[in-house]
Nanobody
Framework: QVQVVESGGGLVQPGGSLRLSCAAS????????MGWYRQAPERQRELVAR???????TYADSVKGRFTISRENARNTVILQMNSLKPEDTAVYYC????????????WGQGTQVTVSS
């Protein structure tokens, strides 16, 4: 069993910043990658940023240069620093954990709302 807990969402004005945090916990699991996805109303869930245990990072084109993902491997925590936020960044942000456990390869958090509005 892997528990994934996100925090840090909220309401911010355009141009502002937010910091999202995701922590994974449980027993007998090794993490391959952690990442952030988002889903806006009436849209499909999409990748925002992802980082592997080896440090390989992938960003969506729409957030490159504005968002930064980082990871604390020892604490199974991933941080998403979001700067220069735009209204189109408004969505529910979900943390996804990919494990090396074949019986539980993926775990999702419950999501945290990010709203960018004046």
């Amino acid at each position: 069993q892997v528990q994934v807990v996100e925090s840090g969402g909220g309401l911010v004005q355009p141009g502002g910043s937010l910091r999202l945090s995701c922590a994974a916990s449980g027993s007998s699991f090794s993490i391959f990658a952690m990442g952030w996805y988002r889903q806006a109303p009436e849209r499909q869930r999409e990748l925002v940023a992802r980082i592997t245990s080896g440090g390989a990072i992938t960003y969506a084109d729409s957030v490159k240069g504005r968002f930064t993902i980082s990871r604390e491997n020892a604490r199974n925590t991933v941080i998403l620093q979001m700067n220069s936020l735009k209204p189109e960044d408004t969505a529910v942000y979900y943390c996804k954990v990919n494990t090396l456990n074949p019986s539980l390869p993926v775990a999702w958090g419950q999501g945290t709302q990010v709203t960018v509005s004046s």
